[in-house]
Structures are given as C-alpha cells and as structure tokens.
C-alpha cells in the first residue's frame, strides 16, 4: 500500500480531484445564491367583480448583485396570507416610466472630492433614464433645499445637479431628508417610483445630537403605506456611515443598501442602479381577498439556489356600486311601483341617492333603504320603455356611482264605470220593525266579535295561545291538505313566511336577486347540499346558517360542525344579524340586514297581508299591556 508521502499517491489524489471538479455542474459555482426584492405591491379593484388585480414588483439578484433577467412563472412561487396562488402573468417591467427622487448629502464632511463625485455619478445615471421617466432633486444638510420637482427635462436636471455644493460646518438632517422625499414621491399617481438616498455620516448636528425632526421608523411607516409607498435605494458613503440603519432603511421599504469606501467608487454604484430599476420584473394575480392588509410572499428558485422575500400591503376599498333590487331589467310595471337599491362598496359619506325616469328626475333618498314610490302613470311620454337611473351624490352633489336599468310601462286600461240599479224598498210598519231587529242583532254580533277579538290578543300577549297542531304537515307523509291561510305540500308552505333580497356577494350575479323563504327550515352555505348557495363566496363556510320557523317566529341559527378532535366548530368568518355577530339562535323581523362571513349581505323583507303583526323594534321590551309578540300569520287568521 502506497504512504501518503509517496509521489504517486499525491499525484493520484490531486487526479481524483480534478475530475470530480470537472464532472460537477457549471452552474453549481457560477450561482450560488439568489436575492429576491419586492419593491411593492398593489391591488386594483375589478369593474364589475368583487375582486382586484394584485401586480407584484421585484428583482431578482445573483450573488454578486446582478440582475437576474431570464426567469419565467416556474422560477416563482406567491403566497397570499399563506395561501398559494396562482399567478397569472409575468413581465419585465423595464417598459414603465419611472419617478426617481434623488437625495444628496451637502453636508460639511462632503466637501471636496466626495461632492464632485457625487454630481458626476448622478448627472450620469440622469443620463441614462429614458423618455417618459422623471427625476426630482434634493440635497440636505442642517435644512432641505428642493432643486427641482419631477421632471422629464433631464438635461435641466442634470444642470441643476452640477450646481449643488457642500455647505461648511453643517450637519446632517438624514431621516428628515428621507421622510420629505417620500412626501415629495407621494404626489405622483401610482406607478414605479424609487428613492435614491446617499449620505457619508449620520443624523447629527455639528456639535453633535440629533438633526432631525423626525426617525427612521417613521420614514419607514411613511414609506411602507399604501398612498405613500415607495422603496428606498441607500448609498454609504466611507466609513462613518450608520450602515446598520441604512440596510433597515432599504430593506423595510422594498429597496436595496449599497456601500462605497471610497468615492471613485460612487460612478460604478450609481450604474449598478440604474441596472437594477431597468430589470425589475412585475407579475399578476387576482385575488378575492377581503379589503384591507394581507401579507404577500414572494419565492425564487434559480439553479439550485433559494431565496423569498416579504411585503405587506392594503387592498382598497372597492368603489362604490350600485344595483336596482326593484326593478329589474325588462320587468313590465303599472302603477305605483317601489324603485329600490342597494349600494355596496366604500367612499365618501352619501348625501342623498337621486332617481330619473329618462333624465327627469322622480325623487330622492337619503337614508337607507335607498327607495322610492314612483307612479309612471303620471310621467309624460310614457307608456314605452324607460331607463330608470339612480345616482348616489356626495357633499355638493358630487357624483359617486350610478346604475340604470330599461323597464317597460304597461299601457293601464281604461277605466269604465257600470251604472249602479238602485233598489227602491217601501217601508211599512212591518218592515220598519224587522229592520230594526236586524239592525239589533248585527250591532250583537259586532259587539261579541270584538270582545272575543280582544280576548284574544290578550291571551296571546301572555302567550297563553298555542301554535295550531296543524301548522305543519306530518313528517314524511307528504300528504296534501288546506287550511284557512296555508296550503301544505310535502314540506312548503304556500304563504311565503319572508324574503331574502342579496345586497353583496363575491358573485355580482346574484346581487340583487329575491329569495323566498317557504319551507319550515332554509339552509344557506357555500356547498350544494344547501337550499340557499353561495359558491363563489370564500368567507362563507360550507355550512353555514340555518333560517327556521319557529312557532310563527323567524329565527337565525348558526351551523355548528365538528372537527377531527371532536370539538363543535363555527363558521370561520361569523355570523351577523344589523352587525352584531351572533352566538344563539335570534328572532329575524322584516328590515334585518344578514351578514354571512364578511362580505355576503341580505336584507329580510317580509310578505305583509291582512292580519301580520310586526313587534315594534326597541332596545328595551314593552310591557305586556301595550304590545303583543309576533302572531304567525297563518295562526292569527285561525283564530278569526
């Protein structure tokens, strides 16, 4: 056996190591790590959906801090709120102007070599901005001085960049320069924008403290927001730089911390950034999260190396929006006729929703419901087809969303009076007394049924009336039979016991539609196996909810289910009934407003008819002598 100080065996290893070197992949020492950047996200409400379009901005860097350029969607993985979504295009980004404000440190340290530096490396990098991009220009020292707003003239930026000068003896009031670029990149309208941030000390006055007003955590707070968002590139220059700030600062807010020891090194540092705002990639997803803040994650995989990054970020509101419950579209009226809406969505406070038939205005609401009676037959130009419209205004009757939909007016038929024959009767004596008798005993009976009338609506307000045996059919027999108010069949009723108007759902397709309830119990959940479904609606659980007819009584129920441990589980999202989420079973009276998770709205309208009884709605209970529970309708006209 050959010793490890013999030549050959030295040879023979150094051998081995070469072909093993020369088997490995290539790429397995060119990249060695990857760095993922999300600069920011934004979500965009849908028109028409209860959705948003989400486009996410990054870059993704070698190890080195080069631009990575040839990626595609499977080199990407995106989670929502730790949920994987699906992303659905991915872009580079280059093509989109750009608003960069560049901020310069003017402070006494900066004198000399290092402003000359720094001017020839900022007047290049304007230089190499394109056509449509914007630059703006401040320096700081002990105070800001603005040189220029955004601008597309970049050869009057770049003179004005030559023009700045380090002031002697001054300090250096970072964090408010920071906090006032972020404000100044606040006005643009949403877009790529960058701050570029250089500075060689740290927030001090001369003779030492603080010069700023503000922190770094609110440049971060200002810069992370979702009207203010902006990322932050920073640029240390030498070595009594606060370079631990400076890395919180960029990453925080979605931008990247460079360092120069020296300032010839300033040039090459400025065109690794235009590099990196020129690559950025801008990928799309649409998402039906709830408005709002989420969490996105972003995840790269590039030969063999692995890197994510994180954002936080708010969805909008959506906008507000209209939808005409009654009418709807095609619908034939005649008469008086309820115009009614729901409006969804978030905005300014509404003053008042304005009602035209053909451009005439018809009437006004300004309370919820947003509704109106309105009689065609009194409208000129009519009958036809008309365009009702309704229109929510704001404080000086400022627009803030509209709707409109085509009805038909019946044509009314005329009205005919058939003559009435008039009955003459000769009164005698004996007419004249059986008059009378009849006339006693009608007055009788009319005495009689009220008291047992009263009677009755007292014995009910102390709820001594039992519910009548036949209001329900038998189970499982399914047999057919009449009551007085109520036709059963199988297990529905004939008299609907109330009304389900949707006024919000994920499905704008259902918004508006009417529901009525006409069986003891209706189920409503996002699975099939429920009578009321709401498939596109995440926040809703399978099952969900359960309306019931209790003794004449509506009553609102949440499901309980049971997990793998055996413990009964709500709904994820709640239950609500006018906003208060629910726990037990509650009454339900007409004008309720049900919430399922957080977005689905109904409204409960009730069939009113001869005889219903509504209870007033009070906090507080009246007392027994002035108000009754509410008597089912069926049972109430039972007992006439």
Known sequence: MKKPSDPTFRISIAIFFMLALMSTPISAYAQTSVDVIVHYVEGSPIAGQFAYDVSVYFSLLDSDGDPITNISTENLTISEDGKRIAI?????????????????????????????????????????????????????????????DFTTELASARNQVNRIESVPLSGTCL????????QMTATLP????????????????????????????????????????????????????????????????????????????LEALFQKLSDLLRSQFVLHYTTTSAPGEHTLVLQASYHNAQD?????????????????????????????????????????????????????????????????EWDPDTAAGLPGVVTLVAIAQGEGNEELARSSVEVTIAVAPPATESPQPTMVVPVTPETDSSLLIGGIGILLVLIGGSVAFIIIRRARSRHEVAPPTDMYPPSGEGRDFETVDMIALGASYSVVLGRLVILQSDDPAIIGQKIDINKPSISLGRSAENDIIFPKDKPVSRRHAIIEDRDGQLTLSEVLTTDSDGNKKRPTYGTFVNDMQIEDPVPLFEGDEIKLGSRVRMRLESVRRSGDIQPPK????????KTMDYIDIREFKNTQ
């Open 88 to 148: 659905e295009s991915l872009q580079s980004a280059e093509e989109e102007p750009i608003s960069v404000a560049l901020v310069l440190d003017t402070s006494g340290s900066m004198a000399g070599q290092k402003i000359t530096a720094a001017r020839n490396a900022a007047t290049d990098f304007i230089s190499n901005l394109k056509t449509g991009d914007q630059i703006g220009i401040l320096s700081f020292n002990t105070t800001l001085t603005h040189h220029t």
């Open 175 to 182: 964090y408010d320069a920071a906090y006032e670029a972020v």
């Open 190 to 265: 949403s877009g790529r924008r960058a701050i570029i941030l250089l500075t060689d000390g740290v927030d001090e006055l001369l003779q030492g403290g603080l010069c700023s007003t503000y922190t770094v955590d609110d440049v971060i707070n200002l810069a992370t927001q979702r009207n203010t968002r902006v990322p932050i590139y920073t640029i240390g220059l030498g070595s009594k730089v606060d370079a631990r700030t400076l890395d919180r600062l960029a990453a925080l807010t979605g931008g990247k911390s460079l360092y120069s020891p020296e300032s010839s090194q």
């Open 308 to 372: 994510q990054d994180s954002r936080n970020y708010v969805l909008p509101p959506f906008p507000y929006s209209i939808s005409f419950i009654s009418p709807v579209a095609g619908q034939e009226i005649s008469g008086r006729t309820k115009l009614t809406i729901a409006i969804t969505g978030q905005g300014e406070p509404i003053e008042q929703v304005v009602f035209q038939a053909n451009d005439v205005i018809i009437g006004t609401a300004d309370m919820m419901p947003y509704e109106i």
């Open 618 to 625: 009070t906090d507080q209970p009246p007392s027994d002598e």
